[in-house]
Nanobody, 125 residues
């Protein structure tokens, strides 16, 4: 499976971006999928995910209110809609997929078998 993340860019605080993660090689419709982000000098942290049953999970209540993760099985693509962006959302965003990720492990970056290369999101104040 190859994952290609796109949609990052430079946006002002309060703006929106939609990240896309297109998968190729096989369908990921039954995989757990997630977005992580990594700021300079920081660890790669969980942002949002969809477990194998379709349940959506967000890292914080703030992200739950501003971000929306979704998938289009026909396009084999996962999205992250990000609204009300803040400067502390600045990071490289990575998508991940895994056929064997159990629900309790969706937040665990070590549980995912496949990763995209990342897309830079920069939010200016």
């Amino acid at each position: 499976v190859q994952l290609q993340a796109s949609g990052g860019g430079l946006v002002q605080a309060g703006g929106s971006l939609r990240l896309s993660c297109a998968a190729s090689g096989r369908t990921i419709s039954r995989d757990a999928v997630a977005w992580f982000r990594q700021a300079p000098g920081m660890e790669r942290n969980f942002v949002a995910g969809i477990n194998r049953s379709g349940g959506k999970i967000y890292a914080t209540d703030s992200m739950k209110g501003r971000f929306t993760i979704s998938r289009d099985t026909a396009k084999n693509t996962v999205y992250l809609q990000m609204d009300s962006l803040r400067p502390d959302d600045t990071a490289v965003y990575y998508c991940a997929a895994g056929p064997s990720v159990i629900s309790s492990n969706v937040r665990n970056r070590n549980a995912y078998a496949y990763w995209g290369l990342g897309t830079q999101v920069t939010v200016s104040s």
